[in-house]
Every structure is written in structure tokens, then in C-alpha cells.
């Protein structure tokens, strides 16, 4: 199958320029041409690409505070931010999820809040967006592979809205699971991990301010690669414990398995803090290539805690970091 790349993400097709009613009509169209192209139907709607039909789903988020934490930091362009991605059930190649998660759909969308909590309940996505108000947060993330970013998320404290599930005295960990649907994430057929993608934290590294949902980056809605509607960021740990497009939030009072663990329990640990002095058994963790900065940057030293330690280091006193990777 071919894909004729006919345009960038460009503005001109962006929601923001176009009037809504226009912006419906050519985004059902533009659907249609989309699923046939996937399909991979010669057919003059063909000529629309991939691209544009992602420039078409670009849609900015009204009313979030721009924050100075972080601002001093040089962003990965956008670009790669969602082109560069890890979400295994789209494919494991870098820029499969982008593709392949083109016509996901994240609405509608409820997340299920269970276990040790008062307020066991279903939220629609619509209500988790009045949680909190929502705020731009850039952060440094670190994946185990070896490689970093710098991303402006827009999203609220998951301390937020743990706080309005109410947790019970038996609640010492979260844990997070994303969707598994084989209708519409096509890996999730296939046994590369044993789905749904689970995720955990300790309850006070949950509640810690860092810990945020992401509902957005670059001031638009969360693109599907990403992980939307909504997914976790915990900027101080490797990047997998990020989990993407979640519906379900757990609270346990045992430590839980996550999927990593399972899959390679002497590579990933729990904790998966970044810590440049405990290499994975197979690589080195003391550095990393950021991306977007051009084949011939140099590799830049990994920071202790992804250089969040003064916030967070407190939360591992007297722990063996070797021991809890
Ligand atoms: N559900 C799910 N969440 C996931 C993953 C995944 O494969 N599935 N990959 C993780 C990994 S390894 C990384 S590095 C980050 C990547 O997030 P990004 O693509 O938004 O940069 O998502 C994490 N969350
Ligand atoms: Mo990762």
C-alpha cells in the first residue's frame, strides 16, 4: 500500500482557522477518505493523506494556565513528539502509533475508579476535564531505551482527583490500566505483552505534585499516539509508567504486577525511578539522546531522578536504589 504524502500537519487544515461547521463537514469527510486509504483503495480520495488527516484532528484546548515551571527548557518539536512514540498496542515501531491509532477513538470515555476508595464510581472524560483546572506542565521524559524529550503537557495533579475518589486506609498503591481492545488497537491480537498495559505507583508518589493525567500537549487535546483521551505522567521515572488511553484506576493495598515486570522482571522493576547509576542489564542508563536535536548532538548526561531529585528524592529515603529499581 502506498501513502501518497501530500501535505504536513499544516495550520491551514487546522481546526482553529476553519469554521466549525466547515471544520465537520470536511473532517467526516476527510474520515471516509481516510478509512478508504487505509483500506487501500486506489481512489481519488486517496490523494488526501495520513497527515492531513491528522492536521484535521488537531484541536486546541480552551482555558488552561500557562505555567513558568519548566519554561526554560528547550522543547521537542512537535513533530516528533508525535511521531517518536512507544504504544505497543499500535505496533512496536517507532512511528507505527502514529498511523495506526489515526482513527482511534477517544470519545466517549469513562474511567472506572475502584477498589480501596469511598467513592468507587465511572467518570465520563467530560467530568474528569472539570477536576481541577487544567495547567501547562513541561517536562523532561526519559525513556529506558535510552532516549529523552522535552514535553509541554496540559493536564491537572492526579492528587486531584484521587482526592475526590476518596481512598480508604488500605490504599497504599494505584494502579493504572489502559484499554485493550482488539477492535480497535490491532496489536493487542498479538502476545507481545500481556494486555491490558497496567501500570502502578505508591500511593505518595502518586499524590507527590509531579504526578499528573495528561489530557493535552502543545495546548491541543491529546493526539491518540500519545496516549489520549487521557494517560499518566510521572516525570521522574522512565517513560513506561506513563500509561496511555487509561479506563481503569485501582487502588490496592499490595504492591502491583505491571506489565513490565512480567515481561522482564530483572530489567524493569517497579520503581523504575531513572537513575543513571543502575544500568539495565543489557545498556547503560548513565546518558541519553535527545530527540529532535540532530544525528550529530552529543548524548547528554542522565540526571538522578531525571533531574527532579530535590522534589522527589524524599520520597526514597533509607530505600535501596540498586535493590528497588
Ligand atoms: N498503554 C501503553 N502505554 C504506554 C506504552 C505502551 O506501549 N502502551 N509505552 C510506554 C513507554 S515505553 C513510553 S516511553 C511512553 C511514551 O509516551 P509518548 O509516546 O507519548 O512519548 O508511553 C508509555 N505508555
Ligand atoms: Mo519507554
Redesign the pocket.
Known amino acids: 500500500m502506498a501513502l501518497i504524502v501530500t501535505r504536513r500537519a499544516s495550520d491551514s487544515l487546522s481546526s482553529e482557522i476553519t469554521p466549525p461547521h466547515v471544520f465537520h463537514n470536511r473532517r467526516d469527510f476527510i474520515k471516509t477518505a481516510g478509512l478508504s486509504l487505509l483500506a487501500g483503495a486506489a481512489t481519488a480520495s486517496g490523494l488526501f493523506s495520513i497527515n492531513a488527516e491528522a492536521a484535521v484532528q488537531r484541536q486546541k484546548i480552551a482555558g488552561f494556565s500557562k505555567s513558568s515551571y519548566g519554561a526554560d527548557e528547550k522543547l521537542t518539536p512537535y513533530e516528533d513528539?508525535t511521531t517518536y512514540?512507544?504504544?505497543?498496542?499500535f505496533g512496536t515501531g517507532k512511528n507505527d502509533?502514529a498511523h495506526e491509532a489515526l482513527l482511534f477513538k477517544p470519545t466517549p470515555w469513562t474511567v472506572s475508579i475502584e477498589g480501596a476508595v469511598k467513592k468507587a464510581k465511572q467518570i465520563s472524560i467530560e467530568d474528569i476535564f472539570k477536576i481541577a483546572p487544567l495547567q501547562e506542565r513541561i517536562y523532561r521524559?526519559r525513556?529506558?531505551e535510552g532516549w529523552s524529550?522535552v514535553?509541554p503537557w496540559v493536564g491537572f495533579p492526579l492528587a486531584d482527583l484521587i482526592k475526590c475518589a476518596e481512598p480508604t486506609g488500605n490504599a497504599k498503591y494505584v494502579e493504572f490500566i489502559?484499554l485493550a481492545d482488539e477492535r480497535s488497537m490491532p496489536r493487542v491480537r498479538v502476545p507481545i505483552l500481556d494486555w491490558p498495559?497496567t501500570e502502578g505507583l505508591r500511593m505518595d508518589e502518586a499524590m507527590n505534585p509531579l504526578t499528573i493525567m495528561a489530557v493535552g500537549l502543545y495546548g491541543e487535546m491529546l493526539p491518540n499516539?500519545?496516549?489520549a483521551p487521557m494517560?499518566l505522567v510521572v516525570p521522574w521515572k522512565y517513560?513506561?509508567k506513563?500509561?496511555?488511553?487509561i479506563v481503569k484506576i485501582r487502588f490496592t493495598d499490595k504492591m502491583p504486577q505491571t506489565t513490565w515486570m512480567k515481561a522482564g522482571p530483572n530489567e524493569y522493576g517497579f520503581y523504575a525511578n531513572v537513575n543513571p547509576e543502575v544500568d539495565h542489564p543489557r545498556w547503560t542508563q548513565s546518558s541519553e539522546r535527545r530527540i529532535g536535536g540532530g544525528l550529530f548532538s552529543p548524548r547528554i548526561k542522565t540526571k538522578m531522578f531525571n533531574g527532579y531529585a530535590e522534589q522527589v528524592a524524599q520520597l526514597y529515603t533509607g530505600m535501596d536504589l540498586r535493590k528497588n529499581y
Open positions: 513528539v512514540n512507544n504504544y505497543y498496542e502509533p521524559m525513556c529506558v524529550m514535553i489502559s498495559y499516539q500519545n496516549g494517560r517513560g513506561f506513563g500509561a496511555k488511553a
